[in-house]
């Protein structure tokens, strides 16, 4: 699920680190709980969790991405 988000957004290329690993994150949990939802668990209550989970992704998206920008400050520049 994540591929199929961050394919199109690399293209338009209007994101940053932080901004592709939300993408990602949110697009990963959603993927999941579709699948859980499709093939485990056909309840309406699980509905009540998503927006935790996706609460949760969206945090942890954003710390990824903050990590991701400051490692990427210390990434060698490539040689031509």
Sequence with gaps: ASVLVLWPAAR????????????????????QFALAYLLFIPHPGLLHLLPVLLTVALLFGVVSGILARILLQYWPEERQ
Aim: glycine content about 20%.
């Design 12 to 31: 338009v290329g209007l994101f940053g680190p932080v901004g592709y690993s939300v993408l990602a994150a949110l697009a990963h949990m959603s993927g």
